[in-house]
């Protein structure tokens, strides 16, 4: 959404916009929307949105790609350190004239024991199966990690009260830098961020999938609402954070080692 057709550049512009775009809808929604699309879409709340809370939370998409991670980047790592048929000589490829001592330094190291394979997204397409696993689930990882740290300290800044305090006493409001407070950091929704810093790089990644990523990204989203722990602006907002963060992890990722043609 923010990246060049070949994920090497970030549109600046076009995160800009959709910046501008974004603060103009919360603050719509704030004053004027949330209240009638929360109240209206409580009534689609079930019990099915509370298995989805749990399966998609934070800790999960961590733990899971983590794991997934750490499984295929041993088989990665091993494969590089221990297949005496490995043409060594593509470690020679790398071309680091344009860049400083420590990304020189980094991409030897990772070129030697494989890492390249798993922390580089560049030349995806013609990675082994179990490389462009470790590599997806190393971004994914990285991406849902990087927006949840944002989140959090979104959350505590901005400090938005939960719909549970308008649901019982009829108000809304906001507690500005209130960090561990439960009602108080509804604004960013943390599973719509965190959904969509997964998913959509998933997407991006696997573009036959991309159609289905964005559909459960924005059922997940959209499944807050109507169980009552955010309104409409939260997931939004939170939807944004999740996206611009996968982008840049895929931009600086795919950064990394370049090749010569």
């Known amino acids: 959404?923010?990246?060049?057709?070949?994920?090497?550049?970030?549109?600046?512009?076009?995160?800009?916009?959709?910046?501008?775009?974004v603060v103009a809808l919360v603050f719509i929604g704030i004053f004027w929307l949330d209240i009638p699309l929360y109240k209206l879409m409580r009534h689609l709340d079930g019990l099915a949105w509370g298995v989805v809370e749990r399966a998609t939370d934070v800790k999960v998409w961590l733990v899971l790609s983590f794991a997934i991670c750490a499984i295929f980047s041993g088989t990665v790592i091993f494969k590089k350190i221990f297949d005496k048929n490995d043409d060594k000589s593509n470690n020679k490829n790398a071309s680091v004239s344009s860049q400083n001592k420590f990304v020189q330094i980094l991409n030897g190291f990772a070129e030697k024991t494989g890492a390249s394979a798993i922390i580089f997204t560049n030349d995806f397409k013609n990675k082994k199966w179990f490389e462009k696993i470790a590599s997806a689930s190393f971004a994914v990882f990285v991406s849902v990690a990087a927006s949840g740290a944002i989140v959090w300290v979104l959350k505590g800044v901005i400090g938005r009260a939960r719909p549970i305090i308008f649901d019982f006493w009829g108000r809304t409001g906001f507690a500005h830098w209130t960090f561990g407070n439960d009602y108080y950091d509804s604004m960013p929704s943390g599973h719509a961020t965190a959904n969509f810093a997964g998913l959509v790089i998933l997407g991006m990644l696997f573009p036959k999938i991309k159609p289905w990523t964005w559909t459960l990204a924005i059922i997940i989203a959209l499944s807050r609402v109507a169980h009552g722990a955010h309104f409409p602006s939260d997931i939004l907002f939170g939807a944004f954070v999740g996206m611009l963060v996968a982008d840049i992890v895929v931009y600086v990722t795919n950064k990394g080692i370049r090749h010569r043609a």
Do not use: H, Q
Not at 1 to 21: G, H, T, Y
């Open 1 to 21: 959404m923010f990246l060049s057709s070949d994920s090497k550049i970030l549109l600046w512009k076009r995160i800009a916009w959709a910046a501008i775009v």
